[in-house]
């Protein structure tokens, strides 16, 4: 099977600037406190027929409240969103978009991390937390329609990933959705597609 890649380039500098940031912090002495965030570092975009495969590779931190909830047996949900936009003068015309959403929980019996995916029918066990996340964030073959008109320049993927809090257990999101240690979010990074 061949495939074609088409060229992407990331216009979004936020992690560039994180990792500024924590250079600093150190050089000057100051011990930062356990960092966790949602990280989009990588894509690949290539061209099949008439539609878009992207791969990505999201880095899923957790606070480490986050983490203790998980170990106590609070299942989390995660989702990627992808969306194809063509960008304009007032907003963004989104032309397609897909959700990938995995719900991440422990199993003390067998004392293994659990991953089931909206990509998968079956589940994964993990003997790690980091292993789950990694296998969360390790996302192939995402199909979205290709843009028509794709000489035009303004065509691009938006990516992120996030900590799903409407997902939570009922007594849990009022505390979830006041904490920034619940606030889990990569934030909408865009990689532009190139014709």
Not at 17 to 29: D, E, T
Not at 35 to 60: G, N
Not at 95 to 102: E, G, K, L
Request: charged share 25%; proline share 4%; aromatic share 6%.
């Amino acid at each position: 099977m061949m495939w074609k890649l088409l060229a992407v380039a990331c216009i979004d500098r936020k992690g560039a600037v994180l990792a500024a940031s924590a250079v600093l912090a150190l050089a000057l002495g100051a011990v930062p406190e356990v960092f966790a965030e949602f990280l989009v570092h990588k894509v690949e975009i290539q061209h099949v027929d008439d539609r878009l495969l992207v791969s990505a590779d999201v880095d899923l931190g957790l606070t480490e409240e986050v983490e203790d909830a998980v170990n106590s047996g609070v299942p989390l949900v995660l989702l990627t969103e992808f969306r194809v936009v063509r960008s304009g003068l007032l907003w963004d015309a989104e032309i397609d978009q897909v959700s990938m959403r995995s719900r991440l929980r422990y199993h003390a019996l067998s004392d293994h991390y659990i991953v089931e995916t909206s990509a998968s029918t079956g589940i994964e066990m993990f003997r790690s937390v980091d292993e789950a996340l990694r296998r969360i964030g390790t996302l192939r073959d995402i199909s979205l329609a290709l843009p028509e008109a794709r000489a035009e320049s303004g065509h691009q993927l938006a990516v992120r990933s996030r900590l799903d809090i409407d997902a939570l257990p009922g007594p849990l999101r009022p505390m979830a959705f006041l904490s920034p240690n619940w606030r889990l979010n990569s934030d909408w990074t865009r990689w532009k597609i190139l014709p």
